[in-house]
């Protein structure tokens, strides 16, 4: 211990960027989105994630893969780089716009 400090544990850890971007959206949706409708959408893309994923996804509790994270966005209809925080457009202010 270099510094002094004990090193993180892995599991404490955020496993995620994109986990509070994504409640955001889901939230955001006209009528909002429940995670177990999130889950049908994702079903739909034919990307299996259950409620409990997505409500571990949110806590920053679990992994996302790319192929996943390129299915969220399309469900919640926003931009894949406004779920990592990389723009601050193609969020869920600018779905009514999108369809323009």
Known sequence: M???KAP???ENMVKNLVGPQIRVARKALPGG???DQLSGRLA???V????AGIAKIELGLR???DFE???L???LKVDVKWLLGIETTGGPATIGRRAE
Do not use: C, F
């Open 33 to 35: 989105l429940t995670q």
């Open 2 to 4: 270099p510094n002094g």
């Open 63 to 65: 992994h996302v893969y």
């Open 48 to 51: 299996s994630i259950d409620r």
């Open 69 to 71: 994270l390129a299915a």
């Open 44 to 46: 739909a893309l034919e």
């Open 73 to 75: 966005a399309r469900a």
């Open 8 to 10: 993180k544990k892995l």
